[in-house]
């Protein structure tokens, strides 16, 4: 099993280049026919016609693919389209007319919801190549569909989300459904995608896009680190799993800390120790015995791993111990504070550039801002493409959290994490996750797969907490804790269960 592609819409319009010629059926008529089975799938059990609003592109064609087909299955539908119809591009134009010759027609205005409603309304208004704000009247039916008390169908993409950044682009359909075509976009994954595309159905008309154009961009999933679940043998010790190492705890800050030392620890390290800034801080951590707190000048000698930055401050010492934490020959994620220390001194920047051994970044996206030296909102407009400027300008394995996370390589791959939600949208969270890569590192994990699994780990055990009715209101960083580890041995268990005897 191999880790689905995900393509930015340059290379989804090539791979349509390529297959266009001579493709039988054509490609619109494929997609339509695709999403009119989502449709009737929607529609199994609901009674009542079918809304569908058509732009004047390719999308519309689409839709008039799916009204047709709609029509042979005996459904009603109320098609409303306004454009001129010499205006469609050819394709669009020949599913136009083949919508008429089987009977059908179409309003030029939304009309009055029937007494029963509509069964759902399909969104064949505006595609992937969609780069301008949507205004007037597509906005103006846009805020009317999304007021109706029906499932809501997006064909390719919701109208008004930018298919490679999740953008909205003034305004968006909120579906409930998105049929997508060829492969998945990251628009559609990250930012507000999420949020107006919900449930997604992928169908691939046929095409494998892969053996068009190579995939630079993949969903994470257990696949891209599997390789690395090994199971433990039974003669071991502590030594074989590594020493971890926490640098921070400012005063008042040593939640931070201690939160990424337990994460560390209760994911596989075989020692961990958190180090602490603080002059005032505790000797030991009385709901974790097994920490190892220590002041910042006895830190150990050789790490296998080390994380700095959850708590550590901005201050004239901590820049200090950064600075001479960087220049050891070990794996070192960057967090918080960290991050933040290295876009206000240029010195930290390039002494962390020149580094050899692996560096893992973790910034929200402000502090993605600030390493790029541009603002929170010019991160989030285009997530991917930040993520991997930072990734190529820092040499570092980074991930940019946020709705659908994007993981980037210094060589310029690309990942999109669909797992998490909303819950995790408080304190600690991303120290917790820090915790978990230094605990993959300190085992000797590579550094990609590392941050691949943590994320993915961590925004899966928030989620199994929600199933079970914790969150996603009121869901703390802690409680990710255990969830992640039983989440992570039950992987263990499958990969031993799997290895030969």
């Not at 039988?24 to 809304?51: H, Y």
């Not at 401050?313 to 111990?321: K, R, V």
């Not at 010019?378 to 996370?405: D, H, P």
Request: proline fraction near 8%; aromatic fraction near 4%; glycine fraction near 10%.
């Amino acid at each position: 099993m191999s880790a689905t592609p995900v393509y930015s819409v340059r290379d989804i319009l090539e791979i349509e280049r390529r297959c266009l010629p001579g493709a039988r059926p054509p490609l619109m008529e494929r997609a339509g026919c695709a999403a009119a089975g989502d449709a009737a799938r929607l529609i199994e059990s609901r009674p009542g016609p079918v809304l569908i609003v058509c732009g004047p592109g390719n999308n519309g064609g689409d839709g008039f693919v799916l009204a047709r087909e709609l029509r042979r299955g005996g459904r009603e539908t109320a098609v409303v389209f306004a454009e001129n119809p010499a205006r469609l591009p050819e394709s669009a134009a020949r599913a136009y007319a083949e919508f008429l010759r089987a009977g059908g027609k179409t309003l030029i205005d939304l009309p009055p919801a029937p007494e029963s409603g509509w069964a759902l309304v399909v969104d064949a208004l505006f595609g992937i190549g969609l780069q301008r704000p949507i205004e007037g009247r597509a906005r103006e039916w846009i805020s009317a569909l999304n007021a109706l008390p029906a499932p809501r169908l997006a064909i390719d993409i919701p109208s008004g989300l930018e298919a490679d950044t999740g953008r909205v682009l003034g305004a968006c359909l909120r579906a409930t459904h998105t049929t997508t075509f060829i492969a998945l976009k990251p628009g559609l994954l990250t930012l507000d995608g999420p949020d107006h595309c919900m449930e997604i159905s992928l169908q691939r008309i046929g095409i494998e896009a892969a053996a068009q154009v190579p995939p630079v961009g993949h969903c994470v999933d257990t696949s891209l680190f599997s390789a690395h679940l090994a199971p433990r043998l039974r003669n071991t010790h502590k030594g074989v799993y590594g020493e971890a190492c926490v640098l921070g705890g400012a005063p008042g800050m040593a939640g931070a800390t201690l939160l990424a030392a337990r994460a560390a620890l209760w994911l596989g390290a075989g020692r961990t120790y958190a180090c602490l800034l603080d002059p005032g801080a505790p000797s030991v951590d009385p709901s974790q015995p097994e920490l190892m707190l220590r002041p910042t000048n006895r830190m150990p000698e050789r790490p296998n791993a080390i994380a700095a930055g959850p708590g550590l401050g901005i201050g004239e010492e901590a820049e200090y111990l950064l600075r001479t934490t960087i220049h050891r020959d070990v794996p070192l994620l960057l967090d918080a504070d960290a991050l933040n220390l290295v876009s206000l001194h240029p010195a930290l920047a390039n002494v962390l550039k020149a580094r050899q051994a692996a560096t893992l970044l973790t910034p929200h996206p402000a502090e993605a801002g600030r390493l790029l030296g541009v603002s929170t909102d010019a991160v989030q407009t285009n997530r991917v493409a930040a993520a991997l400027e930072i990734a190529r300008n820092y040499r570092a394995f980074t991930v940019l959290k946020g709705c659908g996370s994007v993981i980037a390589t210094p060589d310029g791959r690309w990942f999109i994490n669909t797992t998490g939600n909303p819950g995790m949208a408080s304190a600690g969270m991303g120290d917790v996750l820090s915790g978990i890569a230094l605990a993959l590192l300190a085992q000797g994990w590579p550094a990609e797969a590392a941050l691949l699994c943590a994320v993915h780990l961590h925004g899966a055990a928030a989620d199994q907490l929600v199933t079970s009715g914790i969150g996603p209101a009121g869901l703390t960083a802690g409680e990710t804790i255990a969830a992640a580890r039983g989440l992570f041995n039950t992987w263990l268990n499958t990969c031993r269960a799997q290895s030969p005897s």
